[in-house]
């Protein structure tokens, strides 16, 4: 069941972390990603998904953050038509340390946009959240500004996992045109092309 944390609260949790939270441990991924496509599969026949740690203002915050970060395009779809939502909330439960940081650097990204503009990042118009986003998505643009540093780390270690979330779905593993896990009826050594292009002789 989530939790909700008042905006004073959760952006202090982020700060005891110094703006970041630790990456999934892979086994754990492993299995948030088989829930998340359980989940995704389910939505698609017209289940809803219930978040578990997130609360619904959250939940809808991070759907709408990591479609930023990862658009539909003409090869693949958005990260929430992967499942990235579901995976980061399926995630937090398997490793609820991630919880606190994760939960406060959205109640950053509110604080943010209400001291910017009155309003949370959902409300904003979309100029106004690419305006906040431009501001923390990269480090090297951020510096001289001490008063986003936290949301700078926050975000970038969050674009790591939206793009977890992303990759290791069945979408995403397509995106990439990933070919391992098929069976090889027939091998018949290394084609001359690798080889040329590697520089090297049989």
């Known amino acids: 069941?989530?939790?909700?944390?008042?905006?004073?609260?959760?952006?202090?949790?982020?700060?005891?972390?110094?703006?970041?939270?630790?990456?999934?441990?892979?086994?754990?991924?492993?299995?948030?990603?088989r829930i998340a496509g359980e989940a995704t599969a389910a939505a698609r026949?017209?289940?809803?998904?219930?978040?578990r740690v997130y609360s619904a203002h959250e939940y809808a915050t991070v759907m709408m953050l990591v479609d930023y970060i990862i658009p539909k395009d003409a090869k693949s779809g958005s990260a929430t038509d992967a499942g990235v939502p579901e995976f980061m909330d399926t995630m937090l439960t398997l490793e609820p340390t991630m919880a606190p940081a994760n939960r406060g650097g959205l109640a950053w990204v509110d604080h943010q946009c209400h001291q910017r503009f009155d309003k949370d990042f959902i409300d904003c118009t979309d100029a106004q959240r690419r305006q906040l986003l431009d501001d923390i998505a990269f480090p090297r643009t951020a510096q001289g500004k001490p008063e986003l540093a936290a949301?700078?780390?926050?975000?970038?270690?969050?674009?790591?996992?939206?793009?977890t979330g992303f990759f290791t779905s069945e979408m995403g593993v397509n995106d990439v045109g990933y070919?391992?896990?098929?069976?090889?009826?027939?091998?018949?050594?290394?084609?001359?092309?690798a080889y040329t292009r590697l520089g090297v002789t049989k």
Do not use: I, L
């Open 179 to 193: 070919q391992g896990n098929t069976a090889v009826m027939e091998w018949t050594g290394c084609p001359a092309e």
């Open 45 to 51: 026949k017209g289940a809803s998904y219930a978040p």
């Open 151 to 163: 949301g700078v780390s926050w975000f970038n270690s969050f674009r790591d996992f939206t793009a």
């Open 1 to 33: 069941m989530s939790m909700e944390f008042t905006r004073r609260e959760a952006v202090a949790a982020m700060a005891a972390t110094a703006g970041a939270f630790v990456m999934p441990h892979p086994v754990h991924a492993s299995e948030a990603t």
